[in-house]
Every structure is written in structure tokens, then in C-alpha cells.
Nanobody
Framework: VQLQASGGGLVQAGGSLRLSCAASGRTFSGYVTGWFRQAPGKEREFVAAIRWRGGGTHYADSARGRFTCSRDYAKNTVYLQMNSLKPEDTAVYYC???????????????WGQGTQVTVSS
């Protein structure tokens, strides 16, 4: 599975962005898609994940209530809608695909290249 993350950019605090993660090579069927982020000087951390089958989701505490994962079967794409963005959300955001929903990056086998999100105060 090849993953392509896009949609990052510069936004003011309180604004919104929608990240996309498109799969090629094979479909997301049977996979969990996770979103992770890495801020400068920090470890990569889990943000959110969605099961392709069933659509079950899981969010980090920092994302719950502000971020929403969704999927589009026809486009074989997973989205991360981010609202009420804060400066501390600034990071490179990665999408990843794995067999089981989890918060550890070690549980994901395929990774996209990352997209930069910058939130100005």
C-alpha cells in the first residue's frame, strides 16, 4: 500500500484544515488508518485512527472533540478534519495503515510522507 498525505498548510488559531490520505496499490479494505504527528524536537504521537470496515474511530485526548476521521470508499481516501486548531497542533502529520487499531506507531506497516500543518497564534 502506498499512502499519500496532503492538505496541510498554514492556518490561524481557531481555523480548520482537512488532511487527506489516499491509498494506491491496493485499497484500504481491511486496514486501519492512523494519523500521527511529530512536532520539532518531540516524539511522533498518535492523533486519531479509523477502521475502514465499520468506521470505528479512536482519538487522542488532544484531538477528541476537535478532529474527525472519515473515509470515502469511492476515492479510497481517509480524511482528518481538524477544527479549532491551536498553535500546539503545529507538526508534520503522517497517515499510516495497519491491521489493528492502536496508538503505537509500531502497529502500522505503511506510512505516507507527511504533510506540514502550521497554526499561527
Amino acid at each position: 500500500v502506498q499512502l499519500q498525505a496532503s492538505g496541510g498548510g498554514l492556518v490561524q488559531a481557531g481555523g480548520s484544515l482537512r488532511l487527506s490520505c489516499a491509498a494506491s496499490g491496493r485499497t484500504f479494505s481491511g486496514y486501519v488508518t492512523g494519523w500521527f504527528r511529530q512536532a520539532p524536537g518531540k516524539e511522533r504521537e498518535f492523533v486519531a485512527a479509523i477502521r475502514w470496515r465499520g468506521g470505528g474511530t479512536h482519538y487522542a485526548d488532544s484531538a477528541r472533540g476537535r478532529f474527525t476521521c472519515s473515509r470515502d470508499y469511492a476515492k479510497n481516501t481517509v480524511y482528518l478534519q481538524m477544527n479549532s486548531l491551536k498553535p500546539e497542533d503545529t507538526a508534520v502529520y503522517y497517515c499510516a495503515a495497519g491491521q489493528m487499531l492502536g496508538v503505537s506507531e509500531h502497529g502500522y506497516d505503511y506510512w505516507g510522507q507527511g504533510t506540514q500543518v502550521t497554526v499561527s497564534s
